[in-house]
């Protein structure tokens, strides 16, 4: 047997059924990864070992006695900080909710709980999901486990790190604009985001709310489509969930994958595209093609005007969120003796990061009197014209592939002085959340100094099906997600 | 461009209580991005519907029914300040003589 840190979810759910392994062995195992390698790779902020360990204990007793399990029974998970843990911190990585313990579990919390999963830690990520790199969490930034030079991507950089060191076979992320896809391919991990509206929002402390989507990351394909599983569905606390039906989705991409045709969009292969990236991209189509789909050009409007309307909307809808930190309800309250107003004012001055000011901002000037039509209603426009410009080019292919992001992961700090930098390592990302439709990004090869890339596939709302499809069929056929970083 | 003086202006909208040095530097690197954005205007939207969501929702309701919800305790389990069962806050209204 390998080495439990390299086996995958499904892998690990097959080895307690045959009795090769107990809940207890697996959760042990995965806590031995965390204690050994997190104090480098820094991609948690939270463990909770004592409590996993009991509840894999009472899964064996369970199976011992033959009770019906969940779907997930035994298997390790890590969730992104901004997903409510009912009294357990879940601090959004931000000063301001440094000691906020709530009061409930998020909708996929409670799911996760039925299937028996074992949440094991929090994981750290960008302030509010504010950024691409993780360099923006108030207590640490998370290193790349293929170079600890380098970011693991973000804003999810702690969960999706955590999946690639092997420190658990599953984690949750969040997406506002490519949060999980873009770290997924800086760390060579398999990253989904779902349609909008296809995961509860309910419990995920909110950035966008017409952006967010809660989002798993995993090892390969199977493992992302048995999480999905689980995860997705209505759920009557978030009326924007959606009612559609939850196709079995492990079971469907275990049957032959159909032939389709797959639309390269030209206006994503740009100049500032890496050329290592570009290389293992038209490669992976390349692969597509020899195992029988139809790769054609495909036309998307331009991906740079996506990242400017998500700058402003996804600003706007952050800084009416960010209104509810007041020091008044929960979090961090400024120790200064003040009237109201002032104690707003200096407790959100004191609790947020740089990063979070500047969005709150920059998304208050937005939606100011005489800057709203220029700024919010024009981006809305254009994201209108997004969103119809996958429905075009889906009336002539199944799935778009593309890069997931520009170039592999860059260093710590590189590019933490420029905003705008930073925000074009989502340029590929964000026009899925803005149209509201699926993507997942796959591992493709690696560039010449041996970091991962990652390729997109995106298709229509609800074709999650699809994508894992393709996905698997890929990893079938290669074995790039197999690879592991030396950590 | 946006200067200082309307850093100043949004940051009173946004109640943050931002330093000398971050109006200054907000004014720069907001200008830097509100420049970029400004290629928005590249584009022809004339008659394009704003979107502002993925999906055509209309409202959703649910039935006028009580259920359980939280505690006064539980609610209250968080607050920075309480007393008596109430979020504490400095007083809201100036009292005269």
Redesign the interface.
């Known amino acids: 047997m390998k080495p439990l840190h390299e086996m995958t979810a499904c892998e690990l759910l097959d080895a307690q059924k045959s009795g090769a392994l107990s809940a207890r062995d697996i959760v042990r195992a995965s806590l031995d990864r965390i204690a050994g390698l997190d104090p480098s790779i820094k991609a948690l902020l939270s463990v909770r070992a004592e409590e996993a360990l009991a509840q894999a204990q009472s899964i064996d007793a369970a199976r011992a006695k033959g009770e019906p399990l969940g779907a997930l029974a035994g298997l390790p998970i890590v969730l992104k900080d901004n997903i409510c843990t009912k009294g357990w911190e879940t601090t959004c990585a931000s000063r301001i909710l440094r000691?906020?313990?709530p009061?409930?579990d998020a909708g996929v919390v409670a799911k996760l709980r039925a299937a028996d999963a074992v949440i094991l830690a929090k994981a750290n990520m960008d302030e509010f999901a504010f950024g691409s790199s993780t360099e923006n969490s108030a207590f640490f930034p998370t290193r790349n486990p293929w170079d600890s030079s380098r970011v693991p991507g973000g804003s999810s950089g702690g969960s999706v790190a955590s999946v690639a060191s092997g420190m658990t076979p599953l984690a949750l992320g969040s997406e506002t604009g490519g949060s999980v896809r873009q770290p997924a391919s800086f760390c060579g991990v398999t990253g989904l985001k779902p349609t909008?509206?296809r995961v509860s929002r309910y419990g995920l402390i909110a950035f966008g709310s017409?952006l967010d989507q809660i989002a798993p990351c995993a090892r390969d394909a199977k493992d992302v489509a048995l999480l999905l599983g689980v995860i997705a569905g209505h759920d009557?606390s978030d009326?924007?969930s959606s009612p559609a039906p939850v196709p079995d989705y492990l079971a469907g991409i275990s049957r032959p994958c159909p032939k389709m045709r797959i639309g390269l969009p030209r206006e994503y292969f740009i100049d500032g595209l890496a050329p290592d990236v570009e290389k293992r991209v038209r490669e992976a189509a390349e692969a597509f093609r020899s195992l029988g789909h139809d790769v054609r050009d495909v036309s998307l409007p331009d991906p740079?005007?996506g990242v400017?309307?998500y700058?402003?909307i996804g600003t706007a809808e952050a800084?009416s969120n960010l209104?509810r930190f007041?020091?008044?309800?929960?979090?961090?309250?400024t120790a200064a003796k003040?009237?109201?107003?002032?104690?707003?004012?200096?407790t959100?001055?004191e609790g947020?990061g740089d990063e979070a000011?500047?969005r709150?901002?920059?998304g208050?000037?937005a939606l100011?009197s005489g800057y709203y039509d220029a700024?919010y209603?024009?981006?809305?426009?254009?994201?209108?014209?997004v969103?119809e410009g996958f429905r075009k080019a889906f009336e002539e292919v199944d799935a778009v592939l593309s890069p997931t992001s520009p170039t592999t992961a860059f260093k710590l700090g590189e590019r933490s002085t420029d905003?705008?930098q930073m925000?074009l390592a989502d340029i590929f990302t964000i026009p899925a959340n803005?149209?509201?439709i699926p993507g997942i990004s796959i591992p493709c090869g690696f560039d010449s100094s041996g970091l991962p890339v990652g390729v997109q596939l995106m298709a229509p709302?609800l074709e999650e099906s699809r994508l894992l499809h393709l996905a698997n069929a890929f990893q079938s056929a290669t074995d790039f997600h197999l690879r592991r970083p030396a950590v | 461009m946006i200067d200082e003086k309307q850093v100043a202006h949004v940051a009173k909208l946004a109640r943050l209580a931002l330093t000398p040095e971050e109006m200054q530097r907000f004014a720069a690197q907001l200008s830097h991005i509100l420049a970029y954005v400004d290629e928005l205007n590249e584009i022809d939207t004339s008659g394009v519907e704003p979107m502002s969501h993925p999906l055509d929702l209309s409202n959703i309701f649910r039935d006028d029914a009580t259920k359980p919800s939280l505690s006064p305790d539980e609610a209250l389990a968080n607050a920075p300040q309480k007393r008596d069962g109430f979020f504490l806050v400095p007083p809201v209204l100036e009292w005269g003589e």
């Not at chain 1, 109201?340 to 004012?345: C, G, P, R, V, W």
């Not at chain 1, 209603?377 to 014209?385: D, F, G, H, P």
């Open positions: 000691n906020f313990k009061p409930y909008y509206g017409s009557a009326s924007t740079k005007y400017s309307a700058y402003i800084s209104a007041d020091g008044v309800h929960y979090g961090h309250r003040t009237d109201i107003i002032e104690l707003y004012s200096r959100r001055e947020f000011k500047r709150i901002m920059l208050t000037h100011s700024y209603l024009k981006a809305a426009k254009v994201r209108r014209l969103a905003p705008l925000y803005m149209a509201g709302a």
